[in-house]
């Protein structure tokens, strides 16, 4: 069994549409969907803003490998279309898998080019550390400490005051 935290985010289309597929396409595996967060763009700041959220999932089959495709089909299903000249361009849907754990509680590591664990620049993006204090605040991110101290670092204190909740589209799923 593991136990992931996946960031979801969308700027294209009918974003919080996206979103809500996304939490749906994850299905059973879903324990918990943070609120959703209106956040500017992160890296390539001539596109529209984002719609965040990030989401706990548990699957008894699934390891970090099965995490990685289920966000590509995720994605996939979402119309992405991966643009190689704006790697941090815009995107109907966007979906990361940021830290895994095994059943015993335990990290899970990777170095892996493919699926590096936990994700390498998680610790640098507010609108993920954020969204993901609404479901577990006593979050820690592996090799990084504390998700409230990431947070209040001063090259992350801005970006996370950008941030406006969106309580007016929840995450729930539509069943």
């Known amino acids: 069994m593991t136990r992931a935290v996946l960031s979801i985010g969308s700027n294209l289309d009918d974003r919080h549409a996206n979103l809500r597929g996304a939490v749906e396409g994850l299905g059973e595996s879903v324990v918990l969907v943070s609120g959703t967060y209106e956040t500017p763009p992160w ?5 529209p803003s984002y719609l965040n959220a990030v989401v706990l999932v548990v699957d008894p089959a699934a390891d970090p490998r099965v995490w990685l495709e289920r966000a590509r089909s995720l994605e996939s299903d979402a119309g992405r279309v991966r643009d190689p000249q704006r ?4 995107r109907t849907l966007d979906v990361d898998v940021i830290a895994v754990w095994t059943d015993d509680g ?9 699926l ?8 640098e993006r507010a609108f993920v550390l954020k969204p993901w204090l609404d479901i577990q605040p006593y979050a ?30 929840t995450l729930e799923s539509q069943e």
């Open 43 to 47: 890296g390539d700041t001539e596109q």
């Open 87 to 90: 790697r941090f361009g815009p």
């Open 140 to 169: 820690q991110l592996p090799g990084h400490g504390w998700v409230t101290d990431l947070l209040n670092l001063p090259q992350l204190a801005a970006d996370a005051q950008a941030i406006t909740p969106r309580p007016d589209l």
């Open 106 to 114: 335990e990290p899970v590591l990777s170095d892996d080019p493919e």
């Open 116 to 123: 590096i664990l936990p994700h390498p620049r998680a610790h």
